[in-house]
């Protein structure tokens, strides 16, 4: 008798994105040549090196994680600390986004309502792009910030979230900026409710997705407790059918010691992309369940009909790229093409 596997179907497509992701979305830096946030060389590039020269450091890295971690840890260096965070803060406000579409834009556009984007970066280019394909479509994906965002905004005493400039849709006051979580080896995953609560979600989106994309997360050191808790939601159980994608420009080797745990669950399914144009997303733009389902379960031969472009110079290209998809949807037809 043949298994009904139709349901696999509907399951979402998660994505957890890391500095490396950030980085591929601006190459050659912000609207204003900012560059983004590569935690190596950061303290250079946001101009910190004179601040921090006072300090007689014990690590010999210019690594910010590194850095932060061991200002810290000291009594001494408090106030230098808070100074760090007010200037990290300061630096990623003004990122901005290019105007040709990025590959945040495209990564956006190319998941649906029931898919996930959990990312680790504070910059807000992803919610910045987010802004901008809404206009194409409003079926987009759950955007969950996991060490918090520097435009996110949460009304405690509500338990709201939303925009850091929007107000809280329960008692009108606006809303407070959330905490960042920053680069400590004991980092506190539940004490802010808005960081809990992103976690809570993101679980349930590891336990469900039939595909996992990890995009240019590196897993520092400093986030080992990220990691355990990625581990935990994906489960202990191993996952036959479901897929794992690494997009990562770094040694292979490197890569799959990092992220064993998910090729053993996988039973062997996870691959390797050095491109985010290699990946299910950008072959299957918002058909990557359907797409692989359709190619792994099925067994189907062919090939996307219509994958995503590298170069779009406008928005109104990828409108127009993207609108028999939209079309088809609009009619509930799901099908890949
Ligand atoms: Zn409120």
Not at 252 to 270: I, M
Request: hydrophobic share 35%; net charge negative; with cysteine.
């Amino acid at each position: 008798m043949a298994l009904n596997l139709e349901h696999l179907k509907e399951r979402p497509h998660l994505v957890i994105l890391g500095a490396g992701a950030t980085i591929a979305t601006i190459p050659q830096g912000d609207r204003n040549g900012r560059k983004s946030s590569l935690m190596d060389n950061f303290i250079n590039e946001l101009g910190l090196n004179e601040l921090l020269n006072d300090v007689i450091f014990n690590t010999n890295s210019n690594n910010l994680e590194n850095i932060y971690s061991e200002l810290y840890d000291r009594e001494d260096c408090q106030s230098i600390r808070l100074l760090l965070e007010t200037k990290i803060g300061e630096y990623f406000d003004l990122l901005q986004l290019p105007d040709h579409p990025t590959i945040y834009d495209l990564l956006i556009i190319s998941l649906r309502k029931k898919d996930a984007i959990a990312t680790f970066n504070w910059d807000p280019l992803l919610l910045q792009a987010y802004n901008r394909v809404r206009k194409i479509t409003d079926d987009l994906p759950e955007l969950l910030f996991l060490h918090g965002c520097i435009h996110a905004g949460i009304c405690e005493r509500d338990n709201r979230f939303g925009h850091i400039k929007a107000h809280c849709p329960v008692c009108g006051r606006l809303f407070q900026k959330v905490p960042l979580l920053y680069p400590v080896k004991h980092k506190d995953y539940t004490s802010n409710i808005f960081i809990r609560d992103q976690w809570q979600i993101v679980k349930n989106y590891l336990q469900q997705s039939l595909i996992l994309t990890i995009f240019g997360y590196g897993a520092p050191k400093t986030d080992e407790g990220a990691l355990q808790l990625l581990h935990q939601g994906y489960g202990s159980d191993l996952r036959y059918l479901d897929q794992v994608e690494i997009i990562d420009i770094k040694d292979h080797d490197q890569l799959y010691d990092t992220w064993n745990y998910f090729f053993d669950k996988s039973h062997g399914h996870l691959k390797i992309h050095d491109s985010f144009f290699d990946s299910l997303i950008a072959e299957f733009p918002r058909r990557s369940v359907e797409g692989y389902f359709k190619r792994n379960i099925e067994g189907w031969w062919g090939e996307s009909s219509f994958s995503l472009k590298t170069n779009y110079q406008t928005f109104l290209q990828l409108r127009n790229d993207i609108q028999l998809l939209l079309r088809n949807e609009s009619k509930g037809n799901f099908e890949v093409i």
